[in-house]
């Protein structure tokens, strides 16, 4: 069958400023993307069905055999079990949303027969779940990717470990002096990631290829850092997407950071408001802050964008695609995208200039800004400039 992974409209909506810049399966919770999630369940690699601007960049593949899912949905035994048996025309739903269907090349939803699905499900309706969720999604990948598998080990005689069966480390990981504790859950180190001296990790925990944790870090577990980014400091219960540099002192918390971003030392999130009420947060769908039902929330980054030294993030801020944040005091809530300023006020990050800094910054990790990521990023300026007028 041909998988294809599609955008449910709202939650697209609900998912900004991550999926301004991705399709909804490309969000990471757990230590996989939900597109690398499917295909190491299905053993099948699946195109994307989203907005017609990302689409250059993530291909739609059609068939004459197509089985199309849930691009926020997270696989699982009974659910893989469930899609697996449909037949050709059948849509599986739970509580009105469409979960899978299978479908020939000339029939729509319309043409298929309902599938109801008892078993509970895991699905990503807001930005916010990403962290919530990212601790049992980690377990689960961390099952899938190391079952029937050997670690390398630890062999690095002045690191502490507890819980060492709980414990995964690929080829060519450095680990010097270093606390790790997976009885809380498990620890997954990636291929040529690397742990400083005196670094305090508790699991669940999650370091993807080619990443740095700096020495002294104090990483509180339900963590996940994507491939070639730096961490230091305090982080607990965050996703970073992965490109994303959190390098120096100061807290990062249950917290969810795009690619490309940058934090200047000493900067800091507050996750929880001094009189302990529910944490609004802004809604693209709505254009308005809405409540999370949650105590504990604290920033959402979209890709490329960045903050100076000493930078303040109050809890529940929501900051757009390519953002450029500084100055003293806290930035409003919600920074929309290409905005250069800070506190004090902002004005537009031109085009040009944005575009040259990504250009710099992806340089830095050997990756090249080509047309299409270049087209992508001026779409969002335009459509920005539209909102602006």
């Not at 969720?133 to 062999?155: M, P």
């Not at 450095?174 to 990790?201: D, V």
Request: proline letters at 4%; glycine letters at 10%; one cysteine or more.
């Amino acid at each position: 069958m041909n998988v294809i992974l599609f955008d449910p409209p709202v939650i697209r909506e609900n998912l900004l400023p991550f999926t301004f810049t991705r399709p909804v399966a490309k969000i990471r919770v757990g230590i996989l993307t939900i597109d690398e999630k499917w295909a190491h369940w299905l053993n099948n690699t699946p195109s994307f069905n989203t907005q017609p601007y990302l689409q250059k960049k993530f291909p739609l593949t059609p068939g004459k055999d197509n089985l199309l899912i849930n691009g926020a949905l997270c696989p699982d035994e009974n659910l893989v079990a469930a899609i697996n048996a449909l037949d050709q025309n059948q849509v599986l739903i739970k509580d009105k949303t469409i979960l899978a269907a299978r479908q020939n090349d000339t029939a729509t939803l319309a043409d298929c027969t309902p599938i109801p699905y008892e078993h509970p499900i895991t699905i990503i309706n807001h930005v916010w779940e990403i962290f919530q969720k990212n601790a049992s999604q980690l377990k689960v990948d961390f099952h899938q990717i190391t079952k029937g598998r050997t670690s390398a080990g630890i062999d690095d005689k002045h690191t502490i470990v507890y819980g060492e069966e709980n414990i995964f480390v690929e080829e060519g990981v450095t680990i010097r002096a270093a606390i790790l504790n997976a009885e809380t859950g498990p620890i997954y180190l990636g291929k040529h990631s690397s742990i400083g001296e005196g670094s305090i990790i508790r699991g669940s925990f999650s370091l993807g290829e080619g990443s740095a944790v700096n020495l002294g870090a104090k990483l509180r577990g339900d963590i996940t850092v994507g491939p070639y980014s730096k961490v230091g400091g305090e982080i607990s219960n965050s996703v970073i997407f992965g490109y994303s540099n959190k390098a120096h002192d100061g807290f990062l918390g249950n917290s969810v950071i795009g690619e490309w971003c940058n934090f200047g030392a000493d900067s800091n999130t507050s996750n929880l408001k001094n009189n302990y009420d529910h944490i609004k947060l802004w809604n693209h769908a709505q254009e308005k802050f809405i409540d999370t039902g949650h105590q504990f929330c604290g920033l959402m980054m979209g890709d490329h964008s960045k903050c100076g030294i000493n930078t303040m993030f109050n809890s529940g801020t929501v900051v757009d695609v390519s953002a450029n944040i500084f100055g003293a005091g806290f930035p409003r809530n919600y920074i929309p995208s290409f905005s250069w300023g800070g506190p004090g006020g902002v004005a537009t990050y031109q085009l040009d200039k944005a575009l040259e800094t990504a250009a710099r910054v992806m340089k830095r990790r050997g990756i090249e800004l080509n047309a299409i990521e270049t087209e992508i990023l001026t779409y969002l300026f335009d459509q920005q400039n539209k909102k602006s007028q």
